[in-house]
């Protein structure tokens, strides 16, 4: 089992930037899919971005694309998600989830769970 804990959430204006972090401890995350889901008030837990436990590629929702940037720092067991042109839909909790060796856009596909961090964009 994995511990994760997110850090970085916060309010900013729309257009800004926020820079999401997730620890990881309990196990090293060489072999695990790691992914960022969200939220929001009255809605369903959605996929944001993942970044899967083998090869180099990384998948977004749609409406993130070119906006968000996932990565991943093996050696130091984090996750990061930078947060680009925000806008207020893009308000929610955010979490990080890890999957060991299976790769998933769905919720139930992750084991382990971050207990969430704000992020709300507003003026």
């Known amino acids: 089992q994995v511990q994760l804990v997110e850090s970085g959430g916060g309010m900013v204006q729309p257009g800004g930037s926020l820079r999401l972090s997730c620890a990881a401890s309990g196990r090293s995350l060489g072999r695990y899919t790691l992914a960022w889901f969200r939220q929001a008030p009255g809605k369903e837990r959605e996929f944001v971005a993942s970044?899967?436990?083998?090869?180099?590629?990384?998948y977004y929702t749609d409406s993130v694309k070119g906006r968000f940037i996932i990565s991943r720092d093996n050696a130091k067991n984090t996750l990061y998600l930078q947060m680009n042109s925000l806008k207020p839909g893009d308000t929610a909790v955010y979490y990080c989830a890890a999957s060991y060796r299976q790769t998933s856009r769905l919720p139930e596909g992750y084991s382990d769970w971050g207990q969430g961090t704000q992020v709300t964009v507003s003026s």
């Open positions: 970044s899967p436990w083998i090869g180099t590629n990384t």
